[in-house]
């Protein structure tokens, strides 16, 4: 689930910054440069986890503010084909489930991948959203909020930024993960194995 | 920005919020003054839910000498130590190819070794109560209603 990246970035240290001790002042700027942010192919950054090396401090022509060469290892959240997961539900509509992790929410379960027997009942005639149910031996098991559902990853993808995109289409997610689901109910195991 | 190396080496739950605890976030109302950004803050708080909470350098050492004679890839045990799997059941989509590489009696014996080495996840008590009492509960509500 999480990786250590080690990455080299040329950053200048605005000069508000000069007065505190280096190694903070850059730990702060690189903080505000890539926390919570995806990179692509790398993942989502949690946290700079050391600084291994400063160089540089030239100040270039018509600059106040020095630029230095830093070598640092950071904290990428970046999920594996085939890992296992929980999650929580977030949003559940007839294309299929969306779950979130409290830090990351672009996880989507398209509705072939879930569970069958299963059926949609959506909330009202004209509302897309609604709630799974999953028929398992004679009852119905409603997918809600107050459960937490096992996963296995089956791809991650990060789309490339649009340059314009429709009024309505949802927020864009550069990292996008979808999965298999596996299901707990209260302690009832379905385990979804290969559905090829 | 140049990347390195992509992967420099991968981190079980532990040593993430291991890290994140030595940033200084904790659960109670200290947790404004501590240097931690609200995104950590949320990753924090995922993994204070997970297996990873009450487990420690010893307890993870201790599991991977116990397990070292089993032939499992890193990955795998990667991945037991984040979810600390109770039965075979939960083990078995962990591990590729699980039943032609391991018997019954093998899986039995490396659950007893995760049951054994690390403590378990926060919530045992509640949610992992035999899956009968679950199960009666809902079966008697379902009759009533």
Not at chain 1, 76 to 95: C, H, N
Not at chain 1, 114 to 136: C, H, R
Not at chain 2, 34 to 55: F, G
């Amino acid at each position: 689930m999480f990786y250590l990246s080690k990455i080299e970035h040329t950053l200048p240290l605005p000069a508000p910054q000069l007065s505190r001790p280096i190694r903070e002042a850059i730990h702060t700027e690189l903080e505000k440069l890539f926390l919570d942010k995806v990179i692509a192919n790398l993942g989502l950054c949690v946290s700079v986890y050391d600084i291994k090396s400063i160089e540089g401090g030239f100040i270039y022509p018509g600059d106040g503010a020095p630029t230095y060469t830093v070598v640092f290892n950071l904290i990428m959240f970046r999920p594996f084909v085939g890992e296992i997961m929980t999650a929580k539900l977030l949003s559940s509509d007839a294309d299929g489930l969306r779950l979130s992790l409290g830090f990351f929410d672009d996880i989507y379960v398209p509705l072939q991948h879930l569970p069958s027997p299963n059926e949609f009942k959506a909330e009202s005639k004209n509302s897309t959203k609604g709630t799974w149910y999953w028929k398992y031996e004679e009852q119905s098991y409603p997918v809600d909020d107050s459960d937490m559902i096992k996963f296995r990853i089956q791809n991650v993808t990060y789309p490339s930024i649009p340059v314009e995109q429709p009024k309505e289409s949802k927020p864009f997610a550069p990292m996008l993960v979808t999965i298999f689901e596996k299901v707990t109910y209260g302690g009832i195991y379905f385990v979804g194995i290969n559905r090829s | 920005m140049k990347i390195l190396e992509a992967n420099n080496g991968a981190l079980t739950n532990f040593e993430v919020l291991d890290f994140l605890r030595a940033k200084g976030a904790s659960k109670d109302p200290t947790r404004v003054l501590a240097k931690v950004a609200q995104s950590e803050y949320k990753v924090y708080d995922y993994l204070i839910d997970t297996a990873a909470r009450d487990q420690t350098r010893e307890s993870i050492n201790e599991f991977l000498e116990s397990v070292e004679s089993h032939d499992l890839a890193k990955a795998e045990i990667l991945n037991i130590i984040n979810i600390r799997p109770t039965n075979i059941v939960e083990i078995f989509p962990i591990i590729e190819c699980c039943d032609t590489r391991f018997s019954d009696e093998e899986l039995t014996e490396i659950v007893e070794i995760v049951k054994r080495t690390l403590p378990p996840p926060p919530e045992d008590a509640n949610g992992a109560e035999p899956t009968k009492s679950n199960g009666e509960e809902g079966g008697e509500q379902m009759e009533t209603s």
